[in-house]
Protein backbone atom coordinates (compact mmCIF):
# COMPACT_ATOMS: atom_id res chain seq x y z
CA UNK A 1 0.00 0.00 0.00
CA UNK A 2 1.40 3.59 -0.60
CA UNK A 3 -0.07 6.78 -0.25
CA UNK A 4 1.06 10.42 -0.70
CA UNK A 5 0.74 12.68 2.50
CA UNK A 6 0.70 16.85 1.65
CA UNK A 7 -0.34 19.70 3.52
CA UNK A 8 -0.60 23.51 3.49
CA UNK A 9 -1.18 24.27 -0.68
CA UNK A 10 -2.47 27.55 -0.04
CA UNK A 11 -3.29 27.49 -3.39
CA UNK A 12 -3.21 30.94 -5.56
CA UNK A 13 -1.11 32.14 -2.24
CA UNK A 14 0.16 35.18 -3.77
CA UNK A 15 4.18 35.16 -3.46
CA UNK A 16 4.97 37.65 -1.20
CA UNK A 17 6.97 40.84 -2.17
CA UNK A 18 6.31 39.87 -5.23
CA UNK A 19 7.98 42.81 -7.73
CA UNK A 20 7.79 43.76 -11.37
CA UNK A 21 11.03 44.41 -13.18
CA UNK A 22 12.62 43.70 -16.86
CA UNK A 23 13.31 40.47 -17.03
CA UNK A 24 11.41 39.02 -14.05
CA UNK A 25 9.61 35.67 -14.80
CA UNK A 26 6.32 37.47 -12.92
CA UNK A 27 4.14 34.74 -14.34
CA UNK A 28 5.79 31.90 -13.69
CA UNK A 29 5.57 32.71 -9.66
CA UNK A 30 2.15 33.96 -9.88
CA UNK A 31 1.56 30.14 -10.95
CA UNK A 32 3.40 28.48 -8.61
CA UNK A 33 0.99 27.16 -5.94
CA UNK A 34 -0.89 25.76 -8.97
CA UNK A 35 2.06 23.91 -11.26
CA UNK A 36 3.03 22.55 -7.68
CA UNK A 37 -0.50 20.86 -7.27
CA UNK A 38 -0.30 19.75 -10.73
CA UNK A 39 3.04 17.68 -9.66
CA UNK A 40 1.38 16.47 -7.06
CA UNK A 41 -0.70 14.97 -8.99
CA UNK A 42 1.21 13.92 -11.69
CA UNK A 43 3.46 11.97 -8.76
CA UNK A 44 0.33 10.26 -7.06
CA UNK A 45 -0.46 8.76 -10.93
CA UNK A 46 2.82 7.63 -11.39
CA UNK A 47 3.15 6.03 -8.40
CA UNK A 48 -0.05 4.50 -8.69
CA UNK A 49 -0.89 5.65 -5.03
CA UNK A 50 -3.93 4.33 -3.04
CA UNK A 51 -4.42 7.38 -1.79
CA UNK A 52 -4.47 11.19 -1.12
CA UNK A 53 -4.13 13.15 2.00
CA UNK A 54 -4.09 16.84 2.31
CA UNK A 55 -3.91 18.09 6.03
CA UNK A 56 -5.37 21.69 5.74
CA UNK A 57 -4.81 25.13 4.01
CA UNK A 58 -5.45 23.77 0.69
CA UNK A 59 -6.27 27.09 0.11
CA UNK A 60 -4.84 30.43 1.08
CA UNK A 61 -7.97 32.17 1.97
CA UNK A 62 -11.30 32.70 0.46
CA UNK A 63 -11.18 32.69 -2.83
CA UNK A 64 -11.64 36.34 -4.46
CA UNK A 65 -13.71 33.94 -7.38
CA UNK A 66 -14.53 30.29 -8.13
CA UNK A 67 -11.36 29.92 -10.52
CA UNK A 68 -9.20 28.71 -7.75
CA UNK A 69 -11.96 25.67 -6.74
CA UNK A 70 -12.38 25.14 -10.23
CA UNK A 71 -8.79 24.50 -10.34
CA UNK A 72 -8.73 22.54 -7.14
CA UNK A 73 -11.74 20.47 -8.54
CA UNK A 74 -10.07 19.79 -11.82
CA UNK A 75 -6.70 18.53 -10.26
CA UNK A 76 -9.42 15.94 -8.09
CA UNK A 77 -10.58 14.95 -10.92
CA UNK A 78 -7.74 13.49 -12.35
CA UNK A 79 -7.24 11.51 -9.39
CA UNK A 80 -11.16 10.47 -9.74
CA UNK A 81 -9.81 8.47 -12.80
CA UNK A 82 -7.89 6.80 -11.52
CA UNK A 83 -10.10 5.40 -8.64
CA UNK A 84 -7.80 7.55 -5.83
CA UNK A 85 -9.53 8.98 -3.07
CA UNK A 86 -8.41 12.56 -1.60
CA UNK A 87 -9.38 12.70 2.18
CA UNK A 88 -8.64 16.22 3.37
CA UNK A 89 -9.27 18.35 6.12
CA UNK A 90 -9.18 21.86 6.85
CA UNK A 91 -6.88 24.32 8.55
CA UNK A 92 -6.79 27.73 9.74
CA UNK A 93 -6.99 29.47 6.73
CA UNK A 94 -9.31 27.38 4.68
CA UNK A 95 -11.34 27.27 7.96
CA UNK A 96 -15.17 26.45 7.12
CA UNK A 97 -16.21 29.55 8.49
CA UNK A 98 -13.55 31.33 6.19
CA UNK A 99 -15.00 30.46 3.37
CA UNK A 100 -18.04 32.18 2.16
CA UNK A 101 -18.28 30.43 -1.97
CA UNK A 102 -18.95 26.88 -2.31
CA UNK A 103 -18.40 24.32 -5.35
CA UNK A 104 -19.44 20.82 -5.24
CA UNK A 105 -15.74 18.27 -5.54
CA UNK A 106 -16.13 15.30 -7.33
CA UNK A 107 -17.22 12.43 -5.36
CA UNK A 108 -13.85 11.00 -4.67
CA UNK A 109 -13.15 13.95 -2.37
CA UNK A 110 -13.80 13.26 1.29
CA UNK A 111 -13.92 16.31 3.38
CA UNK A 112 -13.66 15.67 7.33
CA UNK A 113 -16.17 17.59 8.95
CA UNK A 114 -15.06 20.60 11.56
CA UNK A 115 -18.20 19.53 14.44
CA UNK A 116 -16.19 16.74 15.72
CA UNK A 117 -13.98 13.53 14.47
CA UNK A 118 -14.95 11.36 12.48
CA UNK A 119 -13.51 7.72 11.10
CA UNK A 120 -13.41 7.22 7.23
CA UNK A 121 -12.62 3.41 6.87
CA UNK A 122 -11.42 2.41 3.05
CA UNK A 123 -12.38 -1.15 3.57
CA UNK A 124 -10.72 -2.48 0.05
CA UNK A 125 -6.85 -1.44 2.04
CA UNK A 126 -8.17 -1.81 5.65
CA UNK A 127 -7.02 1.31 6.34
CA UNK A 128 -9.04 4.09 8.92
CA UNK A 129 -8.51 7.61 8.59
CA UNK A 130 -9.48 9.71 11.64
CA UNK A 131 -9.37 13.65 10.88
CA UNK A 132 -11.34 17.05 11.98
CA UNK A 133 -12.11 20.21 10.24
CA UNK A 134 -10.96 24.07 11.58
CA UNK A 135 -14.41 25.51 12.35
CA UNK A 136 -12.92 28.87 13.15
CA UNK A 137 -9.59 29.82 11.81
CA UNK A 138 -8.00 30.16 15.43
CA UNK A 139 -8.82 26.32 17.04
CA UNK A 140 -7.57 26.69 20.70
CA UNK A 141 -8.17 23.42 21.50
CA UNK A 142 -6.64 20.40 21.29
CA UNK A 143 -8.46 18.34 18.97
CA UNK A 144 -6.16 15.02 18.48
CA UNK A 145 -7.60 14.64 22.35
CA UNK A 146 -10.80 14.01 21.29
CA UNK A 147 -10.23 11.92 17.84
CA UNK A 148 -11.22 8.29 18.29
CA UNK A 149 -9.89 5.11 19.13
CA UNK A 150 -7.83 2.66 16.74
CA UNK A 151 -10.20 0.57 14.59
CA UNK A 152 -8.84 -2.74 15.52
CA UNK A 153 -7.02 -4.84 12.79
CA UNK A 154 -6.80 -1.76 10.24
CA UNK A 155 -3.57 0.55 9.76
CA UNK A 156 -4.82 4.02 11.52
CA UNK A 157 -3.63 6.86 10.32
CA UNK A 158 -4.26 11.09 11.96
CA UNK A 159 -5.14 13.52 9.74
CA UNK A 160 -4.68 17.01 12.00
CA UNK A 161 -3.76 20.47 10.86
CA UNK A 162 -1.92 21.74 14.46
CA UNK A 163 1.09 23.39 15.93
CA UNK A 164 1.81 20.74 17.99
CA UNK A 165 3.28 22.13 21.16
CA UNK A 166 4.27 24.89 18.85
CA UNK A 167 6.80 25.74 16.20
CA UNK A 168 8.37 29.47 15.64
CA UNK A 169 7.08 31.68 13.43
CA UNK A 170 3.30 29.63 13.22
CA UNK A 171 0.67 30.21 15.33
CA UNK A 172 -0.59 27.92 18.24
CA UNK A 173 -3.56 26.54 16.80
CA UNK A 174 -4.56 23.43 17.41
CA UNK A 175 -2.11 22.59 20.30
CA UNK A 176 -1.57 18.83 21.58
CA UNK A 177 1.44 17.26 22.66
CA UNK A 178 3.47 14.47 20.64
CA UNK A 179 3.60 12.08 23.60
CA UNK A 180 -1.04 12.26 22.61
CA UNK A 181 -0.44 11.39 19.71
CA UNK A 182 2.15 9.01 19.55
CA UNK A 183 0.16 7.36 22.76
CA UNK A 184 -2.84 6.88 20.34
CA UNK A 185 -2.37 3.61 18.47
CA UNK A 186 -2.44 4.95 15.20
CA UNK A 187 0.21 4.10 12.96
CA UNK A 188 0.46 7.43 11.24
CA UNK A 189 -0.08 11.07 12.02
CA UNK A 190 -0.34 13.14 8.61
CA UNK A 191 -0.05 16.65 9.74
CA UNK A 192 -0.04 19.85 8.17
CA UNK A 193 0.53 23.69 9.70
CA UNK A 194 4.01 24.06 9.80
CA UNK A 195 5.76 24.80 6.75
CA UNK A 196 8.86 22.94 7.55
CA UNK A 197 9.17 19.68 6.90
CA UNK A 198 9.81 17.39 9.90
CA UNK A 199 9.61 14.22 11.35
CA UNK A 200 8.70 14.62 15.05
CA UNK A 201 8.69 10.69 15.60
CA UNK A 202 9.62 7.44 14.04
CA UNK A 203 7.41 5.05 15.57
CA UNK A 204 5.07 5.71 14.87
CA UNK A 205 5.99 8.13 12.13
CA UNK A 206 4.13 11.73 12.82
CA UNK A 207 5.18 13.86 9.73
CA UNK A 208 5.21 17.50 8.97
CA UNK A 209 5.72 17.15 5.65
CA UNK A 210 6.01 20.85 4.47
CA UNK A 211 4.36 23.61 2.43
CA UNK A 212 4.34 22.35 -1.18
CA UNK A 213 6.13 25.50 -2.80
CA UNK A 214 7.89 28.01 -0.92
CA UNK A 215 5.86 31.66 -0.63
CA UNK A 216 8.20 33.64 0.58
CA UNK A 217 12.21 34.07 1.08
CA UNK A 218 11.95 32.25 4.99
CA UNK A 219 10.57 29.56 3.42
CA UNK A 220 13.75 28.41 1.51
CA UNK A 221 14.28 25.08 0.25
CA UNK A 222 13.50 21.92 -1.13
CA UNK A 223 9.29 22.23 -0.98
CA UNK A 224 7.28 19.07 -1.52
CA UNK A 225 5.25 16.03 -0.15
CA UNK A 226 5.39 13.38 1.79
CA UNK A 227 5.35 9.40 -0.07
CA UNK A 228 4.42 6.70 2.16
CA UNK A 229 5.05 3.07 1.74
CA UNK A 230 3.26 0.54 4.04
CA UNK A 231 4.71 -3.27 4.12
CA UNK A 232 3.55 -5.58 6.58
CA UNK A 233 1.93 -3.08 8.55
CA UNK A 234 5.63 -0.90 8.48
CA UNK A 235 5.31 2.49 7.25
CA UNK A 236 8.16 4.35 5.63
CA UNK A 237 8.31 7.68 4.62
CA UNK A 238 10.01 9.73 1.97
CA UNK A 239 10.16 13.43 0.82
CA UNK A 240 9.73 13.79 -2.60
CA UNK A 241 9.79 17.76 -4.04
CA UNK A 242 7.37 18.82 -6.09
CA UNK A 243 8.24 22.88 -5.84
CA UNK A 244 8.57 24.78 -9.16
CA UNK A 245 10.18 28.00 -7.67
CA UNK A 246 13.01 27.71 -5.19
CA UNK A 247 13.34 30.17 -2.65
CA UNK A 248 17.21 31.09 -1.62
CA UNK A 249 18.63 33.39 0.29
CA UNK A 250 22.17 34.78 -0.84
CA UNK A 251 24.47 35.54 1.57
CA UNK A 252 27.44 37.88 0.37
CA UNK A 253 30.37 38.21 2.16
CA UNK A 254 31.90 41.55 0.81
CA UNK A 255 34.65 41.69 3.24
CA UNK A 256 37.27 40.80 0.74
CA UNK A 257 35.63 42.60 -2.04
CA UNK A 258 37.97 45.50 -3.56
CA UNK A 259 34.72 47.25 -5.24
CA UNK A 260 31.20 47.25 -5.64
CA UNK A 261 31.82 45.34 -9.22
CA UNK A 262 33.08 42.38 -7.10
CA UNK A 263 30.51 42.42 -4.90
CA UNK A 264 28.34 41.99 -7.82
CA UNK A 265 30.55 39.23 -8.92
CA UNK A 266 30.31 37.03 -6.01
CA UNK A 267 26.76 37.58 -5.79
CA UNK A 268 26.71 36.11 -9.25
CA UNK A 269 28.78 33.11 -8.72
CA UNK A 270 26.83 32.16 -5.84
CA UNK A 271 23.45 32.59 -7.96
CA UNK A 272 25.19 30.14 -10.48
CA UNK A 273 25.75 27.54 -7.29
CA UNK A 274 22.11 28.11 -6.26
CA UNK A 275 20.15 28.04 -9.41
CA UNK A 276 22.28 24.40 -10.67
CA UNK A 277 20.85 23.14 -7.35
CA UNK A 278 17.51 23.88 -7.76
CA UNK A 279 17.31 21.10 -10.55
CA UNK A 280 15.80 23.05 -13.25
CA UNK A 281 13.29 24.95 -11.25
CA UNK A 282 13.21 28.45 -11.22
CA UNK A 283 15.44 30.62 -8.17
CA UNK A 284 13.63 33.70 -6.27
CA UNK A 285 16.09 34.98 -4.06
CA UNK A 286 17.02 37.28 -1.46
CA UNK A 287 20.96 38.97 -1.89
CA UNK A 288 22.03 39.70 1.20
CA UNK A 289 25.69 41.80 1.46
CA UNK A 290 27.45 42.08 4.49
CA UNK A 291 30.86 42.56 5.95
CA UNK A 292 33.15 45.07 6.39
CA UNK A 293 34.22 46.10 2.73
CA UNK A 294 35.96 48.66 0.81
CA UNK A 295 32.92 48.73 -1.71
CA UNK A 296 30.88 50.33 1.21
CA UNK A 297 31.06 53.85 0.15
CA UNK A 298 30.31 52.70 -3.61
CA UNK A 299 27.40 50.59 -2.28
CA UNK A 300 25.80 53.09 -0.21
CA UNK A 301 26.20 56.45 -2.54
CA UNK A 302 24.63 54.73 -5.41
CA UNK A 303 22.52 51.23 -3.61
CA UNK A 304 19.58 51.83 -6.50
CA UNK A 305 22.79 51.49 -9.32
CA UNK A 306 24.09 48.83 -7.51
CA UNK A 307 20.67 46.78 -6.45
CA UNK A 308 19.96 47.00 -10.08
CA UNK A 309 23.79 45.69 -11.09
CA UNK A 310 23.07 42.91 -8.91
CA UNK A 311 19.35 42.43 -10.77
CA UNK A 312 21.08 42.49 -14.34
CA UNK A 313 23.37 39.79 -12.71
CA UNK A 314 20.50 37.33 -12.42
CA UNK A 315 18.77 38.29 -15.68
CA UNK A 316 22.56 37.23 -17.04
CA UNK A 317 22.65 34.30 -15.04
CA UNK A 318 19.28 32.91 -16.82
CA UNK A 319 17.15 35.17 -18.55
CA UNK A 320 13.73 34.74 -17.31
CA UNK A 321 14.65 32.21 -14.50
CA UNK A 322 16.10 34.17 -11.73
CA UNK A 323 13.43 36.40 -9.77
CA UNK A 324 15.46 39.02 -7.04
CA UNK A 325 12.91 39.53 -4.59
CA UNK A 326 15.43 41.83 -2.59
CA UNK A 327 18.75 43.09 -1.70
CA UNK A 328 19.76 44.06 1.16
CA UNK A 329 23.02 46.22 1.04
CA UNK A 330 24.19 45.65 4.80
CA UNK A 331 28.18 46.29 4.77
CA UNK A 332 29.92 48.45 7.05
CA UNK A 333 32.51 50.55 6.23
CA UNK A 334 36.02 48.89 6.15
CA UNK A 335 37.96 48.92 9.70
CA UNK A 336 41.65 49.68 9.87
CA UNK A 337 42.09 49.59 13.74
CA UNK A 338 46.03 50.15 13.73
CA UNK A 339 45.21 53.32 11.50
CA UNK A 340 42.13 54.36 13.86
CA UNK A 341 44.44 53.58 17.37
CA UNK A 342 47.57 56.10 15.96
CA UNK A 343 44.71 58.89 15.50
CA UNK A 344 44.80 61.94 18.01
CA UNK A 345 40.73 62.09 18.14
CA UNK A 346 38.51 61.11 20.75
CA UNK A 347 37.43 57.83 18.13
CA UNK A 348 41.01 57.05 18.69
CA UNK A 349 41.36 57.11 22.35
CA UNK A 350 37.94 55.23 22.52
CA UNK A 351 39.70 52.13 20.81
CA UNK A 352 42.98 52.34 22.04
CA UNK A 353 40.87 52.27 25.95
CA UNK A 354 38.91 49.45 24.62
CA UNK A 355 42.18 47.58 23.55
CA UNK A 356 43.69 48.33 27.31
CA UNK A 357 40.47 46.71 28.64
CA UNK A 358 41.01 43.56 25.87
CA UNK A 359 44.50 43.16 26.38
CA UNK A 360 44.77 43.76 30.73
CA UNK A 361 43.68 40.55 32.33
CA UNK A 362 43.32 42.26 35.81
CA UNK A 363 40.72 44.75 34.30
CA UNK A 364 38.66 41.70 32.50
CA UNK A 365 38.36 39.97 35.99
CA UNK A 366 37.29 42.76 37.48
CA UNK A 367 34.54 42.99 35.10
CA UNK A 368 33.52 39.60 35.70
CA UNK A 369 33.35 39.88 39.32
CA UNK A 370 30.99 42.87 39.00
CA UNK A 371 29.01 41.22 36.30
CA UNK A 372 29.02 37.74 38.80
CA UNK A 373 27.98 40.15 41.41
CA UNK A 374 24.57 41.66 39.53
CA UNK A 375 23.96 38.10 38.63
CA UNK A 376 23.47 36.99 41.56
CA UNK A 377 20.86 39.04 42.16
CA UNK A 378 18.58 38.06 39.25
CA UNK A 379 16.02 35.83 40.04
CA UNK A 380 16.76 31.81 39.38
CA UNK A 381 14.94 31.76 36.61
CA UNK A 382 16.33 34.34 34.54
CA UNK A 383 19.84 32.71 35.80
CA UNK A 384 18.96 29.36 33.38
CA UNK A 385 21.59 29.79 30.16
CA UNK A 386 23.14 27.00 29.94
CA UNK A 387 26.68 29.17 29.09
CA UNK A 388 27.34 31.66 31.49
CA UNK A 389 27.24 35.14 30.26
CA UNK A 390 29.14 36.81 32.59
CA UNK A 391 32.69 34.61 32.18
CA UNK A 392 35.53 35.57 31.26
CA UNK A 393 35.28 34.94 27.31
CA UNK A 394 32.09 35.51 27.32
CA UNK A 395 33.23 39.04 28.64
CA UNK A 396 35.85 39.13 26.06
CA UNK A 397 33.94 38.59 23.24
CA UNK A 398 31.72 41.31 24.40
CA UNK A 399 34.83 43.59 24.23
CA UNK A 400 35.04 42.46 20.97
CA UNK A 401 31.55 43.05 19.87
CA UNK A 402 31.49 46.81 21.29
CA UNK A 403 34.63 47.50 19.16
CA UNK A 404 33.13 45.91 15.67
CA UNK A 405 29.74 47.59 16.42
CA UNK A 406 30.73 51.27 17.36
CA UNK A 407 33.48 51.67 15.01
CA UNK A 408 31.52 50.13 12.37
CA UNK A 409 28.67 53.05 13.83
CA UNK A 410 30.97 55.85 14.26
CA UNK A 411 32.58 55.15 10.96
CA UNK A 412 29.85 55.18 9.26
CA UNK A 413 28.50 58.40 10.57
CA UNK A 414 32.01 60.14 9.76
CA UNK A 415 31.45 58.68 6.01
CA UNK A 416 28.32 60.62 5.50
CA UNK A 417 29.93 63.85 6.93
MN1 LIG B 1 -0.32 26.75 6.24
Redesign the pocket.
Known sequence: MKFLHAA?L?LDSPLRGLERYEGAPVEQLRGASRRAMENLVDLCLAEAVDFVLLA??LYDGDWKDYSTALFFAAQVSRLRQAEIPVLWVR???DAASRMTKHLRLPDNSVEFPSNQPTTRVLDQLGVAVHGQSFATAAVQDDLAATYPEPVAGAFNIGLLHTSVTGRPGHAPYAPCRLETLAGKGYDYWAL??V?AREVLCEQPLVVFPG?LQGRHARETGAKGATLVEVDDGKATAAHRTLDVVRWARIDVDASDCANADDVVDGARARLEDELAATGGRSLAARIVVRGGSAAHAELHNQPERWRNALRAAATDVEPEGIWIERVELATDPPVDTATIAAREDAVGALLRSLHQVRDDPDRVEAMVASLAELRAKLPPELRTEPNDPTGHDAVLAAVEDVERLLFSQLLDEEAHE
Open positions: DHGDGNHGHHN
